[in-house]
């Protein structure tokens, strides 16, 4: 087995000097750099930990406050939905009742002309009528009192002939 003694070069060195052994160097000043990383490292390493922390909680707290933000918000625009639906349904309704009321007002007054014109077309018809019966009357009258004029002048001239020849 191989003895190793890594303290023989100190013991034998009779002054201070460089050590040619890369390997015992190296060990030397890793655990002296590894040695002040962790004294002052530590310091600047715990205060980079606590900034990330306080980012990180900071961020958190930020995510939070925009999801209770957004949670509002959507809880009024359902609520705004839930109204706007409410008042299309409510518009809906008040216009079906409309077009109703106007439809029958509208068929009414349809009616109402049909049974104005059909009054005026009868009274039309029964002045014509009339009108017909009283010409046919006055035609007849006047035929008939011509005839009987005409006899009237004819018993009149045959009279008097009668009265004069006598």
């Keep these: 087995m191989l003895n190793v003694n890594i303290f023989l070069p100190l013991s034998e060195a009779e002054g201070f000097g460089i050590n040619t052994d890369l390997f015992e160097t190296n060990i030397l000043n ?4 590894i040695g002040v990383l962790i004294y002052y490292g530590r310091i600047a ?9 306080n ?7 930020e995510a939070d406050n925009k999801l209770r933000e957004a949670e509002e918000n959507l809880a009024f625009a359902n609520k705004n939905f839930e109204t706007a639906k409410l008042k299309a349904e409510q518009i809906r309704s ?3 009742v409309l077009s109703g ?3 029958k007002a ?5 009616e109402e002309d049909i049974k104005r014109l059909k009054a005026s077309n009868l009274s039309s018809i029964r002045f014509e009528e009339e ?3 009283n010409e046919v009357v006055l ?5 008939n009192f011509t005839l009987l004029y005409k006899m009237y002048f004819i018993m009149y001239m045959f009279v008097s002939f009668y009265f004069i020849n006598k």
Excluded: W, Y
């Design 30 to 33: 890793l655990s002296v750099v």
């Design 45 to 53: 390493l715990g205060d980079l930990i606590t900034d990330r922390k």
């Design 55 to 61: 980012t990180i909680l900071r961020n958190l707290q």
């Design 94 to 96: 008040q216009g079906l």
């Design 101 to 103: 009321q106007t439809s």
């Design 106 to 110: 509208l068929l009414d007054a349809v």
């Design 131 to 133: 009108k017909s019966i």
């Design 139 to 143: 035609h007849c009258f006047t035929d």
